[in-house]
């Protein structure tokens, strides 16, 4: 039994007899249909894995799926800011986020429609209504209410400061791109000097800063959470100038590898430039406030909901 996740039920399977190779039984926690669409998440496995993302799935069945089991260790608090790490973890999301998802799976190599005829809607602001939506009034226990009332701010000024930051990061011109959307430490798996990202429930296209910044998050940890080991600004610099490379490197449209800030001012530059890194880290940072906010409020109803022995409302 795998104990670190925070919305499902994880167990590792072998018959020894037979092999050492180990598949995973994932048990969907209880009401996380409410937050995750599951038939989204075993296409996104099917498709991250054609694409050498993912895991294999093996089977789904009604309350859970089963797959791949991945060797490696997943990544700490400490890890996630190796030299030997962090590299790798700034180019394979920079390979993720370059990834085309254009055609049915029956079509071409897996790969889906976007939905929105060529048009990339990211998921952000639908998903956080649909979240909001699902925040409890009160708690149906008092101890739980009471914390509530005393730590958390009224459903109408979530929706306020959720609203505040809508206006103010659609106007920042964040590319949308095919994000994990959910790239905390314990979704990352190295060994070998390679890194594999697991658990797509919720995958989607989303902006490019919000998987970055929500990543960034993640290095406070989760149990104990300690903000002071949120990346600095030069190790910020130096992930973001890894990360533009090899999204330049990869990105399928040529016109967006060459340095906008360049070209309005007559100059041609298809490198990474201090500019574009300083753009970026703005990007990154003012995201990381909604990644903050979007967890925050799917704490809530995990907090009414889950059956997991995790304070949701700490």
């Known amino acids: 039994m795998f104990t670190d996740g925070i919305t499902n039920k994880l167990v590792g399977c072998k018959d020894a007899s037979v092999s050492d190779e180990m598949v995973l039984v994932r048990v969907y926690g209880q009401k996380t249909d409410l937050l995750i669409d ?15 993302y993912a895991p294999r799935l093996y089977a789904t069945f009604e309350n859970g799926l089963v797959y791949e089991f991945i060797p490696g260790v997943v990544l700490t ?10 590299p790798l973890v700034a180019r394979m999301l920079a390979q993720m986020h370059c990834l085309e998802l254009t055609k049915p799976p029956s079509e ?9 005829g060529g048009q990339r809607e990211p ?3 639908k998903k956080a209504a649909s ?11 008092s101890e739980k209410q009471a914390r509530y009332k005393k730590l958390i701010p009224s459903k109408e000024a979530l929706h306020n400061e959720w609203a505040m930051l809508q206006k103010e990061l659609q106007g920042i011109g964040s590319p949308v791109v095919f994000c994990h959307n959910d790239l905390l430490l314990g979704n990352v798996i190295y060994k070998d000097n390679k890194v594999t990202f697991i658990d797509y429930e919720y995958a989607d296209y989303n902006y490019q800063a919000f998987d970055i910044g929500n990543h960034f998050n993640e290095f406070a940890g989760v149990d104990t ?12 610099m130096a992930w973001l100038c890894i990360y533009l490379e090899a999204f330049k490197e990869n990105y399928p449209i040529k016109k967006n590898n ?14 990474v430039c201090e500019r574009e890194v300083n753009e970026l880290y703005i990007q990154v940072n003012k995201f990381s406030l909604a990644s903050n906010l ?9 907090a009414e909901h889950s059956t997991i022995d995790f304070d949701f409302l700490g």
């Open 258 to 271: 060459i340095c906008q800030h360049c070209m309005k001012e007559g100059e041609y530059c298809d490198s």
């Open 38 to 52: 599951r038939a989204a998440e075993t296409r996104n496995m099917k498709v991250m894995h054609e694409a050498g």
């Open 77 to 86: 608090t400490e890890t996630v800011k190796s030299p030997f790490v962090y």
């Open 131 to 141: 979240f909001m939506e699902l925040v409890p009034v009160a708690f149906q226990e």
């Open 108 to 116: 071409k190599n897996g790969m889906v429609e976007n939905g929105h």
């Open 225 to 236: 959470v300690d903000y002071s080991l949120y990346p600095s600004r030069e190790f910020q």
């Open 294 to 302: 979007f967890w925050g409020i799917w704490a809530l109803i995990q």
């Open 123 to 125: 998921f952000l602001w």
